[in-house]
C-alpha cells in the first residue's frame, strides 16, 4: 500500500504548470501575436506560390506514394544530408533539435487547449504528467542542446567563409535567432524550477544547471517570478518572429524543399518532355525566359540554400571550366526574383538583361557533361542539370552551337550517326563472326544494340566483338539489327538538339515495333550505359515499352545461372591478375542506373574477391571521364578536357589495367592516358572476360 502511494506522490511531482506565471491578459496577447506571426507566414507562402504560378504547369502525373516516401527519407530521416561530414551532422542537429522543439511546444499548446476543454486547473494537466513529463522534459533539453550545437558549427563555418557556400547577412540573423531560443529556453527552464521549487527537476538535467546557478547567486522564489515573465515573454517574442521569417529568409527552403519533395525528386538521367505539338504552336523550344520553366523549378530555386555541394562534386567545375551548378541555380533565382516583382503584362523582357546569355552564359552551359553529380548530391533533390539542358535547348533552336559539336549533330541527322559513316558499312565490326540479324532471326530472345561507336570506332569494335563471343559461349540465342539500327538521340538530346533526338527516337521506336522488340518479347542489351539509359527514360517518355539492360547486368545473369563461365581468377590474356586492376564506374551507369555491384561480381571472378584495387571515388560517388551531354564532340586538347582528375586518380593506383564498361569513357580515359604517358591499358570489361574465355569456333550457332 505504501508503495502504491509513494508511486502516487511521484507521478503528481513529475509534473509543471501549462503557462504558470502568465496572466490571462498575457495569454490573450500571446495567442493574438500568435495569429499575426502565422498570418505574416502564411501571406510569404501565398506570395511565394503566386510566383511559382508564372512558371509552366507540369503535365505530369503526380504520385502520392513516391512524395510521401521522399519526405520519409530527405526530410524526416535527412538521408541525403547524412554522411557529409561534419556540416551534414551539423544539420542533423539543427533540424532535429528545431523539429523536436517546435513538437513539443506544440504538445503545449494541446494540453493548454485540453485543459481549457476539459475544465481541467493549470496545476492539473492532462498528460504532461508523469512518466511521459519526464521524457517529455529530458527529450528537449536533448533538443536543445543539438540545436546550439548544430548553431554553433554554422556560425564558424560561416565565420571562415568557405567559398563554395553562399553568404548573406540573414544567415547571420536567423542562426542568432536560433541560438538566442535555445539559451532562453534553458534560461526560463531554470527560472521556472526556482519559481516553482520543482519537487523533480532533474529530469531538466540542462535547466537544473540553470537553476542551480540562478540560486547560488541568491535568486529567491519570488525574484525568479519577475525574471521569468520577462524571459518568456522574451523568448515567446522570438519564436513567433523566427515562424514569420520563413518565407523570407534562407528558412524558405524548409518550405519549397518540403514541397519539392513532395511532388517527387527528379529521377537522375532524365529530361522533362518537349511535346512536337506545343512547339509548333507556340514557335518555343528551350528556356529563353524564366517563365519557360516549369512551376517544380521555379520552388526549386527557393529550395536551395546555396550550400555548395553541387559544386563540390561537378567535374566540370573542379576542370576550371565556367560552370558552378550553385551559381548557376542562384543566377536563375535572382534573375527570377526580378521578374517576379514585375507586373505580368510588362514581362517581355525588353528591359532586362537576357537569361540565355547574359544572366547565364553560352560557355557555362556547353561545360556540363550531364554526369547528374549535383543533383545526387542535392538534399533537396534540386536538379541544376535541368535548367542547364532547358536553356541549351534554346541555344540549338536559335543556331548557337557552332563548330565540331554542331557537325557531329549535322551528321547525325544526315546519316544516323556522329561520325557521318554510312548505314551500309554499320556492320563492319562482325567482320569474321557469324551474327545473325533480326531479319534473319526473328525469334531471338535478345536483341544485342551495337551503338554508333562500337560500330564505326576501331579500338570501340572490339568491345563488340567481345560482347558477341560471351554470348556465344552462353548460347545465347540472340541477333543484332544491322544496318536497320540508327543513333539513339541520347547524345543530341542532351546536347539540346531535342527536335533531332525526338525524329531518330521516332525511327528506332518504328523499327522495334517492326521486328517486334518490347516489353515481355524481346530484351535489349547494350554495352553503352548512355544507350541504355536514353531507352529506358527517354523512349519511355515517346510510349516505348522497353526491357533494356546493360552488359554487365547481363554477363553477371549468365554467370549466376551457370551458362557462361570463366576460368580461376588470374587468366585474363592480359595478365590481369590479383590487384592489376582499377574499375572506373561510369556515371550512367554507376550513378544514374545504380549499377556498381554487377561490374566488381565479374571482375571477381577474374581478380579474385580482393583484386579490384578501388580509386578514391567510386561506385555512386564516381568522378565523370569527360565525354557525357555531348562533350564528347567538343575539340578540346585531352589535356584540358573534363576527365584529367579522373585519369590521375586511375594512374594514382599503379595498377597496369583500367578497366571500363562504357565507350565514351574508354576513348576519354585512354585519350588521357596517353596524353600524360602514362603506362596502363584501357579496356572493356568484355574484353577481359573474352579473353579468359577457351578458343571457340566462331559464328553464332543460332544464325
Known amino acids: 500500500m505504501s508503495y502504491l502511494m509513494e508511486e502516487h506522490v511521484l507521478a503528481a511531482a513529475l509534473t509543471r ?35 511559382w504560378r508564372i512558371g509552366k504547369s507540369d503535365t505530369e502525373r503526380f504520385s502520392w506514394r513516391a512524395g510521401l516516401i521522399n519526405l520519409w527519407q530527405f526530410v524526416l530521416l535527412q538521408r541525403r544530408v547524412r554522411g557529409h561530414g561534419a556540416a551534414g551532422a551539423a544539420h542533423i542537429l539543427l533540424f532535429g533539435g528545431f523539429v523536436v522543439l517546435s513538437i513539443g511546444t506544440g504538445l503545449i499548446g494541446v494540453e493548454h487547449l485540453l485543459e481549457k476543454l476539459l475544465g481541467h486547473a493549470p496545476t492539473d494537466p492532462v498528460f504532461h504528467k508523469g512518466l511521459y513529463f519526464a521524457v517529455y522534459e529530458f527529450v528537449m533539453d536533448l533538443a536543445g542542446l543539438a540545436l546550439l550545437a548544430g548553431c554553433g558549427f554554422f556560425v564558424y563555418r560561416r565565420w571562415k567563409r568557405p567559398p563554395e557556400v553562399g553568404h548573406e547577412w540573414q544567415d547571420w540573423l536567423v542562426l542568432a535567432l536560433f541560438a538566442i531560443i535555445g539559451m532562453t529556453g534553458y534560461v526560463l527552464e531554470g527560472l521556472r524550477i526556482v519559481r516553482e521549487q520543482t519537487p523533480m527537476p532533474g529530469v531538466s538535467f540542462v535547466g537544473v544547471l540553470f537553476a542551480r546557478g540562478f540560486e547560488s547567486l541568491g535568486m529567491t522564489p519570488a525574484g525568479a517570478s519577475d525574471w521569468h515573465i520577462a524571459t518568456w515573454w522574451f523568448h515567446a517574442v522570438l519564436a513567433l518572429t523566427v515562424i ?15 514541397v519539392r519533395l513532395a511532388a517527387g525528386i527528379e529521377r537522375l538521367g532524365r529530361l522533362s518532355p518537349v511535346s512536337i505539338e506545343q512547339v509548333e504552336e507556340t514557335g518555343e523550344i528551350g528556356v529563353t525566359r524564366v517563365e519557360q520553366f516549369k512551376r517544380w523549378q521555379l520552388i526549386e530555386l527557393d529550395a536551395c540554400v546555396s550550400c555548395g555541394r553541387c559544386e563540390q562534386q561537378c567535374p ?8 558552378s551548378p550553385r551559381s548557376v541555380v542562384q543566377d536563375v533565382r535572382q534573375h527570377f526574383e526580378a521578374v517576379a516583382m514585375v507586373r505580368p503584362a510588362e514581362r517581355d523582357g525588353s528591359a532586362r538583361p537576357a537569361l540565355v546569355g547574359e544572366i547565364i552564359l553560352d560557355e557555362t552551359l556547353w561545360s556540363c557533361t550531364t554526369c547528374s553529380a549535383c543533383v545526387d548530391v542535392c538534399p533537396l533533390g534540386i536538379s541544376p542539370l535541368g535548367f542547364i539542358t532547358d536553356m541549351r535547348r534554346s541555344l540549338v533552336a536559335d543556331g548557337k552551337l557552332r563548330g565540331s559539336p554542331a557537325q557531329a549533330l549535322q551528321k547525325t541527322g544526315r546519316t544516323g550517326n556522329p561520325w557521318g559513316m554510312p548505314a551500309q558499312d554499320r556492320m ?30 576501331r579500338r570501340l569494335q572490339k568491345v563488340a566483338r567481345s560482347v558477341v563471343k560471351l554470348m556465344q559461349a552462353a ?7 544491322g544496318n536497320s539500327e540508327g543513333c539513339t538521340g541520347e547524345a543530341a538530346r542532351r546536347m539540346g538538339d531535342e527536335l533531332l533526338f525526338q525524329q531518330l527516337a521516332g525511327k528506332n521506336i518504328k523499327t522495334f515495333e517492326r521486328f517486334g522488340v518490347r516489353r515481355g ?3 535489349i542489351v547494350s554495352h553503352c550505359p548512355h544507350c541504355v539509359n536514353s531507352f529506358r527514360q527517354d523512349y519511355s517518355q515517346l510510349g516505348a515499352d522497353l526491357d533494356v539492360v546493360h552488359h554487365t547486368e547481363f554477363l553477371d545473369e549468365l554467370m549466376h545461372t551457370g551458362r557462361l563461365r570463366v576460368p580461376a581468377e588470374g587468366s585474363a590474356g592480359t595478365g590481369a591478375t590479383s590487384a592489376s586492376i582499377t574499375y572506373h564506374d561510369p556515371c550512367y551507369l554507376a550513378r544514374v542506373q545504380n549499377v556498381t555491384a554487377a561490374p566488381r561480381a565479374l571482375l571477381s571472378r577474374v581478380t579474385g574477391e580482393n583484386g579490384i584495387v578501388e580509386m578514391p571515388r567510386h561506385g ?14 567538343f575539340d578540346d586538347t585531352a589535356d584540358k578536357r573534363v576527365g584529367q582528375s579522373r585519369v590521375a586518380e586511375a594512374l594514382a593506383t599503379g595498377t597496369r589495367t583500367l578497366c571500363v564498361s562504357c565507350p565514351f569513357c574508354l576513348t576519354m580515359t ?12 584501357v579496356r572493356d570489361i568484355a574484353e577481359i572476360l573474352a579473353d579468359t574465355l577457351p578458343p571457340q569456333p566462331s559464328g553464332n550457332q543460332h544464325a
Open 620 to 633: 555512386r560517388q564516381t568522378s565523370c571521364c569527360g565525354a557525357g551531354g555531348g562533350r564528347m564532340w
Open 17 to 51: 504548470e501549462i503557462f504558470g506565471n502568465v496572466s490571462d491578459a498575457a495569454k490573450l496577447w500571446f495567442w493574438g501575436l500568435s495569429a499575426l506571426s502565422t498570418g505574416v507566414l502564411a501571406w510569404g507562402v501565398a506570395r511565394r506560390v503566386r510566383r
Open 428 to 457: 563492319a565490326w562482325a567482320d569474321g563472326l557469324r551474327v545473325s540479324n533480326v531479319q534473319d532471326n526473328p525469334d531471338c530472345d535478345v536483341l544485342y544494340w551495337v551503338g554508333c561507336a562500337a560500330a564505326y570506332d
Open 316 to 323: 566540370a567545375f573542379e576542370a576550371g571550366k565556367p560552370l
Open 475 to 481: 548460347d545465347v540465342n540472340f541477333a543484332v539489327l
Open 670 to 681: 585512354s585519350d588521357g592516358i596517353a596524353a600524360r604517358n602514362g603506362d596502363m591499358t
Open 521 to 523: 518479347v524481346k530484351r
Open 244 to 258: 514569420a521569417l520563413f518565407p523570407y529568409t534562407r528558412l524558405l527552403h524548409g518550405i519549397a524543399g518540403t
